[in-house]
């Protein structure tokens, strides 16, 4: 496996359900991030974790958990979630750390794609 | 309100012509642009960035060019290819600040044989 591997790909699951996307990156990268992109908007910044830990949380709903276990390893954990939360939720890493160029450059995987019945 | 914008949400190009994609950005602060580009069914891949103390940057078909006075960016794709048909995101940064990449909504691409 090489680049940025999310699972599932497609997700769809009722509001009270439980359920959590993995995504794995093996490109010894030390950020990982959580992006969301809903229908017609832009790409939406959600979490961003440096050498495990987590830097960045822009607002999230707290139906929204993530989890870093490792440098390789990113999953989102989603409880009792809405309808407005189907989306194309992007995991993305970075060689880079924080205000380094190289932080600018991300390698997204392909999305899980999450409806929210 | 949005910080980066890409007014067209289409673009249709003959083969071999140049394509022109065009972004725009609210925020003096931004000084670092880059350029992604998405496939159905994949995630976006990085295509080319520019810093705010250059003009213009260059790679293969590719250029990208920076008004900071007018706060627009473009890239150029010339000759268009049928394989460049995809979606086209504009993203900016400030400081290099990591990850926090802020997003235009996209163009989408067709090049036509």
């Known amino acids: 496996e090489t680049g940025v591997t999310q699972t599932p790909r497609h997700l769809v699951m009722g509001m009270t359900n439980k359920k959590s996307l993995k995504c794995e990156q093996h490109l010894g990268h030390n950020a990982m991030y959580w992006y969301k992109q809903s229908a017609k908007k832009p790409l939406e910044l959600m979490f961003v974790y440096n050498f495990k830990e987590q830097t960045e949380n822009n607002s999230v709903p707290s139906r929204f958990s993530p989890e870093c276990p490792n440098s390789s390893h990113l999953f989102l954990h989603l409880h009792t979630l809405q309808p407005e939360d189907s989306a194309l939720y992007l995991c993305?890493?970075?060689?880079?750390?924080?205000?380094?160029?190289?932080?600018?450059?991300?390698?997204f995987g392909a999305g899980s794609r999450l409806t929210v019945l | 309100d949005q910080q980066v914008k890409q007014n067209s949400p289409s673009l249709s190009v003959q083969e071999g012509r140049i394509s022109i994609l065009n972004c725009d950005y609210t925020?003096?602060?931004?000084?670092?642009f880059l350029w992604y580009k998405k496939y159905p069914a994949e995630g976006p891949t990085f295509l080319i960035s520019i810093s705010s103390i250059k003009d213009k940057n260059e790679d293969g078909r590719f250029t990208v060019f920076l008004n900071k006075s007018a706060k627009h960016l473009s890239l150029h794709i010339v000759p268009s290819q049928p394989g460049d048909s995809a979606v086209y995101f504009c993203?900016?940064?400030?400081?290099?600040?990591?990850?926090?990449?802020?997003f235009g909504k996209g163009t989408k691409l067709s090049v036509k044989p």
């Open positions: 993305a890493s970075s060689q880079g750390g924080a205000g380094s160029s190289g932080a600018n450059v991300l390698t």
């Open positions: 993203a900016a940064s400030i400081g290099g600040s990591q990850g926090n990449l802020i």
């Open positions: 925020n003096s602060m931004f000084d670092y």
